[in-house]
């Protein structure tokens, strides 16, 4: 399974990027995504993920104002559309899939098993 992830770039504070994840190789009948985030020096954070049932959860919850995460099935793309962009967005940006049995399991970060290259998100002030 690859996945490769795109969409980063440099933008001014209150822009917008809208990162994507195509996911190939050997695909699953149901998976679940993430999108994560790290910081040179910093642990790696959990900002968003989609179950296989279509349900999402971000963290913080608060998150969701600003960043949305979508999937289109049809071209096994994850999206992650992020608005009023902050410095402190800063990061490179990973998504990774898990493949799941029940539609809407969500799994712990640690579980997730396939990842993207990382793409860097660079906001300027």
């Known amino acids: 399974v690859q996945l490769q992830a795109s969409g980063g770039g440099l933008v001014q504070a209150g822009g917008s990027l809208n990162l994507s994840c195509a996911v190939s190789?050997?695909?699953?009948?149901?998976?679940?995504t993430g999108w994560f985030r790290q910081v040179p020096g910093k642990e790696r954070e959990l900002l968003a993920t989609?179950?296989?049932?279509?349900?999402?959860?971000y963290y913080p919850d608060s998150l969701k104002a600003r960043f949305t995460i979508s999937r289109d099935n049809a071209k096994n793309t994850v999206y992650l559309q992020m608005n009023s962009l902050k410095p402190e967005d800063t990061a490179v940006y990973y998504c990774?899939?898990?493949?799941?049995?029940?539609?809407?399991?969500?799994?712990?970060?640690?579980?997730?098993?396939?990842w993207g290259q990382g793409t860097l998100v660079t906001v300027s002030s």
């Open positions: 990774a899939v898990d493949q799941v049995f029940y539609s809407d399991y969500e799994p712990s970060p640690w579980e997730y098993e396939y």
């Open positions: 190789g050997r695909t699953f009948s149901s998976y679940a």
């Open positions: 989609m179950r296989w049932s279509g349900r999402t959860t």
